[in-house]
């Protein structure tokens, strides 16, 4: 199982950097980030599984002297929440942006800025 | 001590609390943000003198766990110095943006206070993902703060550059947690306990971990994003980009390379490389300050990135280079960007409006000159190690490549610096100056000359004691409100203080040295005597004279090739500025500055080369290279040559001495030109016996040869009279060249009495024509004539010079001849011979223009109530005389003892003395003798035309009638115009400009290269993401083949 | 043209990611890090039922400060690069069953999301879960009361006194305790209790606060770029 959502997770990263470098629609282009990252959160969480093991979280079912064996590794799935949030603040911001230069310009297509170069 | 970790409760601490502030108190809030950025920066420094003590480094944990269970950060001595740094640079700049902030609100201000907290944390972390937590804060909180301005370039930048970031922070943290699934931590130093490499899925993590470092430092070409940020956000926010980012990230890098093996120090040190050419290629078609600075930046970047790379050659000597250059390009860069949002101008060539704030001037000028590796800045005592580590492995490639990068930036930086100080501008300064913007750039001013300062004593064997001349230099430039004549005569007292302290020792010791020191600092009294005749201030040309002067001197007492080298660039940097002043010098002073530098780098290698030899930087070892001494010997000479103006690197001169200032001229052509003749005497007397060193002086004897004809004959068609007797000096370089180049002692000595015979009657020609240029207002010599009976002392100077040039007896330029043609004969360099004595007549010519159409034939009307040469002119003009006569006549005083130290390196065939007569293997010649036969020819001559010139009758100007209309170009019927026509017809073929198009199409390749290869940022930023992804499967393919 | 570039460039990429699947081997126990987080002796150091959350908020919690900082980040950068006139736009009215509903539901959402951030330590969830749901509530909000006041000022100082409270606690633990964020500071309680792992439930509770001002602030600043007629 680990094998598939750690492939899928890569597929996906794979899918998120063709929509950014082959739509011209900024906001497609802050969608295909948001795909892109979500990839990397399905690799992060592949990672952490250990197998036949359960949530990190001792209750009834896992008990505090046996957790070592039945939980999965929680460390990344620490990590994936920072990763989440993180991406959050970065998708947000760049959707400000988008904003901005659709007022600038009334366009969203990325061509339309290429006022900077060489 | 408090914790280091309370650097980022104080800032978050405050970056919180200043959402509690309602709108009105904006001016409080960022006021407050600076006492919190002052607060962060006393706890990293009170840690930096703490650890520079001998303290150890600590480890903070965090949560009461130790690693690799809890997050740690380390506070050492290098994050120590690093996180001060960028407090400091993050208080300054949030001073220098005060306005900017206050305007935008407390949101912009506590964006800006996180992002100094952010590359703080990112410095002092051990974890890696935190790392990369931090990471993200500062990238996001740059982003906000390129929208400062909110302009609609700065917002198309800002989505650029979170773009590109956001996809290397995502390749960042695939690599981070691939580490982890393999280490099974986070921990970097656990990370790179684990040899990761040691498997295909290792490698990949580490590499995308070692890659999107790498890309976050701006790498060649995957940089498009970050040019756009350079040039479209605040110039204080790209200060704060640009230097303190640059060095955050610079650190991780540094920080994670343990990760790594020696394959990617040598792929990291490729990138760099690729990086610093390939940015300061670009840089050279760049026309806007902030652009062109961001180019300047990442070319920086990756200079840095290569030191880093070559870590494992470079030992112990590592920090040493990397910091003095890091802190180099700190100060530069910040207080470049600084001074751009000053002069709020973007165009290059609008900042000659600069000049109107000479303090500003000063500044612009100490940044670039730091920024490129002048002394005495940081990162000359770092490129000077970075040289010699290079070659002492045998980097060869690495060290020429750097070279090269270093001298694509200088022509952007002096082009630029070139157009503030000479472009032309009408405009006027209009906008206040505000103090918080002014206290940044000076205070990083001075900050950079007290780190030059502090480097210098780490260098081995560096004489502190120069940096006692640079101080004088300073105060005299302190002093500039003064009016010149005081500042002249502190000027005279200093070299007379120098000249004595240094005569009396070497008279005894090294009459070599002492004839360049009587030469450089005695000639530089008198031109200074001519100085006096200037009135006002003459702002900024005594500090830059000195500067000249005390190089000199430097050279001259120079033990150690570094010393030399320092002095040779401190000469180079004041004389720059003395050519520069002159009135249309901008194209000149830029290619003598590019010739300079090509030289400076070419004798840089060559010491580099010698010292990976002999392994020892004292001058007197190169006398110990053996094996690369061809190499070596011909580095060091087209290196001095570029001095000399041979043929080929002359193109620099003719315009820089005709343009100079009237006593300028001779300060760069009599005194200045020597010190390319000393060096080269040095490399001789080094390397000369040598049978390979030999061969190539042949060479060089072949290019006097050529030099010689060639500036003689380009003389001979001048119209512009001191275009003269530049070319003259080309030429009479020419024949020093070539006397060197024979290695006899009869060559020998004729360079030497060339040497003193051109400083003289250079010296005096120059000073006069310079006062008649001042006196008649043109350079032309078909505008003036007649002026013989105005300017009777200018005649009688200029009928001596010319004679002593023309090498007629009895003045000692027949010495000079006389021994010319003994040595050629004794060599058995016959053709070579007969070129150069060709080309001795051939100065006839010029020389008789010079006379004639200057002094002899119609008054012009214009002219016809000009005054004699100013007295302050006149004084330094008769004392050379009187030297020129007391050479001429008793050339024994200095030819004897000269003779004799030439004995030490050529025993044979030298001259033998019988009171003041020489006997040379091929005939004899009496000083004295020559000079009382030659009196009483002349007397007895005199005599006979005056008696005669009671008969003549004498005519009028005006006793003729002039028929016929007048000439739509009246000077084309001035005799003197174009009075070689026909020998031009014959000959001029030779002096075509052919060797000045040569260098021009080089140039032109250059900048057709720069302008093709920078349409690779075409500005699309999507693009630039693919530039990304390709840059990473680049460095993969590398990885893996 | 591109395109085909692109495509063997991703192609490249796939290719470089195919060695990371080749060493991967999934995991059969857990790893040391992992396992010392796991053991009973170190569990009770912490005391934290959710052992993402004893990460999150005490071992890794530097990051977790991070985290809340680049929120922070955003909506102040949002917050100024927004500001400036706003365009009009018309809406339709909203239905009586969504407006009636919302009111329903939102004060049930906010209890919902003070609920999860609450019980960090002891349930899946924790702040910046409950900041999510707190946030959907105030989105809810915008959506069925478009003209209702939005009272930012109120925001601004939850989040501001939650950050404070978050940065103070954790140099409280450097400065009492045994080390920034050490969450000793508070008793430890008793196993799988609310008030237990010491600091935590109120590092927890402030940064559900503090996500829940920040993403707020953010969609209103969103929000106030279009104004209604």
Partial sequence: MEYVSLTIGFIVIIAGLWAIMTNRNIL??????????????????????????????????????????????????????????????????????????????????????????? | MISPIHIISIGLGTAFALGFLNKKSNGLAVSLMLVAIALMAAVSSSWFIKLYQGAEAIEVYTAGFKPPYSINLRMGLNEALLSSLINLAGFLGGLYMFKNLKNTGKHAIMVFLVFVMGLNVIILTRDAFNLFVFMEVVSIATAGLIILIQDGKSIQAGFKYMIATGIIAGIFLLGIIFAYYFSGSLNID???????????????????????????????????????????????????????????????????????????????????????????????????????????????????????????????????????????????????????????????????LLRKKPLFLVLFGTFVFSLIGFPPFPSFFGKWELIMSLSQQGLYFTLAMILTGSFLEGIYLFRWLGYAIKMESNESWTFKLEWNKVIPPVLFGILVYLAGYYSSTFAENFNGLYFIALAFILIIYLLDFLPAAVKNILSILSLALVSWYMLPGLYSEDMLRFIFTLIFLVGGILTFIAGFAYKGKREGFYPVALLMYAGLAIIIRASTTLEFFFGWELMTAGSYFL???????????????????????????????????????????????????????????????????????????????????????PMVSAILLKAGVFGLMILMIAMGNNPEATRVAYVLGWLGALTALVGNLAAAFQEDAKRLLAYSSISQLGYILFALAMMSHLGWMTAMVYSINHFLYKSILFLTIGAVVLKVGTHYMYKMGGLIKNMPLAFIAVLIGIIALAGVPPLSGFAGKWLFYNAVIDKHWYFQGVIVFFSGIIAFLYLFKLIYSVFLGQLKDNLRHVKDISIWFAIPIYILIIGLMIFSAKPDLVLKPLGEMISVWYPNAGLSWEGGLATAPYGYWNGTGVMITIGIMFMALLGWLLLLSSKAVKVGQFNIVYSAEAPQRPETTHVSYNIYAGYNKALGWMVAPKITEFWDTMSDWAHSLAEYGRRLYSGNGQVYTTYVLAYIIAFYLIMIF | MRKLFIIIILAAFGLMLYPLIQSFSGNDHLSELATYYAQKENIEKVNSVNLVTAIVVTYRGLDTLGEVTILFLTAAIIAFFLKGPSTLRTLRPNSEIFITAARVLVPIMVMFGVYIFMNGHLSPGGGFQGGAVIASAVILMFLAFPDAPFQHKFFGFMESISGLVFVGLAALGALIGSGFLDNTILPLGTFGKLLSAGAIPVIYSFVGLKVGAELSNILNEFKSVQSDK
Avoid at chain 1, 48 to 57: D, E, H, L
Avoid at chain 1, 61 to 76: C, L
Avoid at chain 2, 606 to 634: D, H, K, P, R
């Fill in chain 2, 579 to 665: 050519i520069i002043r002159g009135k249309k010098s901008m194209a000149h002073g830029l290619s003598y500055m590019l010739f300079s530098m090509a030289g400076a780098y070419a004798i840089l290698a060559a010491f580099g080369l010698s010292f990976a030899e002999t392994a020892s930087i004292q001058l007197s070892s190169l006398a110990a290279v053996g094996g690369n001494i061809t190499v070596i010997f011909s580095l060091l000479a087209i290196g001095f040559m570029t001095k000399t103006a041979s043929l080929g690197l002359h193109i620099w001169l003719p315009g820089a001495h005709a343009e100079a200032e009237s006593d300028v001229s």
């Fill in chain 2, 190 to 352: 656990d990370i790179s306990n684990s040899n990761l490499l040691a498997f295909k899925g290792g490698s990949v993590a580490v590499l995308m971990i070692i890659v999107s470092v790498v890309l976050e430092l701006k790498p060649f070409p995957a940089n498009g994003w970050a040019l756009d940020v350079y040039e479209a956000s605040d110039p204080g926010i790209a200060a704060l980009i640009s230097a303190a980012s640059a060095t955050a990230m610079y650190f991780v890098l540094f920080k994670l390379m343990p990760i790594a093996d020696l394959q990617w120090y040598k792929i990291i040190s490729t990138a760099g490389l690729i990086t610093f050419v390939g940015s300061n290629l670009f840089g050279l078609k760049q026309t806007g300050a902030r652009r062109l600075l961001g180019y300047s930046s990442i070319g920086q970047l990756g200079l840095l990135m290569t030191i880093l790379g070559l870590k494992p050659f470079l030992g112990d000597k590592f920090e040493y280079i990397a910091i003095t250059i890091l802190i180099s390009h700190y100060l530069a860069k910040a207080g470049l960007f600084w001074i751009a949002g000053l002069l709020k101008k973007d165009k290059l060539k609008d900042w000659a």
């Fill in chain 1, 28 to 118: 497609r282009m802050i969608i295909g980030f948001s795909i892109f990252d979500t990839g990397l959160h399905i690799v992060i969480v592949s990672l952490a599984y250990v197998k036949g093991g359960t949530a990190p979280i001792l209750d009834s079912a896992v008990g505090i002297n046996e957790a070592i064996d039945k939980i999965v590794d929680p460390v990344p799935q620490a990590l994936v929440l920072t990763a989440i949030v993180i991406g959050l603040g970065v998708t947000a911001l760049m959707l400000a942006y988008a904003m901005k230069l659709h007022k600038e310009k009334k366009s969203l297509d990325i061509m339309s800025f290429r006022d900077l170069k060489w």
